[in-house]
């Protein structure tokens, strides 16, 4: 079965950088889409970036400029470079991954329990 597992949230004052990862196992992981999303307490979901099988990326509004997303195929983790954090970044980050679709239809689409896979999740905190 597949399963992801993130790492690399702490807590961080604001302005500071954070990489999170997400070790994936169980598929190919080079033919996955693949996404971070996020929760704060008493907010919804919110999805934040994505890449597909084809490298192609989508990030939400507030993600550029500031977040990166990227994945290395060879050791099956995907990335999140996040910088300038701000004290709404705050939350629990998780990663998803599917198949079969575009970064962009997944960055919308990711926040849903259907959409495939999702990891536990790691916390970030900023101050």
């Known amino acids: 079965d597949v399963q992801l597992v993130e790492s690399g949230g702490e807590s961080v004052q604001a302005g500071g950088s954070l990489r999170l990862s997400c070790e994936g196992s169980g598929r190919t992981y080079d033919k996955w889409c693949m996404g971070w999303f996020r929760q704060a307490p008493g907010k919804e979901r919110e999805g934040i970036a994505t890449?597909?099988?084809?490298?192609?990326?989508a990030y939400a509004d507030f993600a550029k400029g500031r977040f990166t997303i990227s994945k290395d195929n060879a050791k099956s983790i995907l990335y999140l470079q996040m910088d300038n954090l701000k004290p709404e970044d705050s939350g629990t980050y998780r990663c998803?991954?599917?198949?079969?679709?575009?970064?962009?239809?997944?960055?919308?689409?990711?926040?849903?329990?259907?959409?495939?896979?999702w990891g536990e999740g790691t916390q970030v905190t900023v101050s």
């Open positions: 890449i597909d099988s084809s490298g192609r990326t």
């Open positions: 998803a991954a599917s198949w079969d679709v575009t970064a962009t239809a997944a960055l919308g689409r990711m926040t849903s329990p259907e959409f495939g896979y």
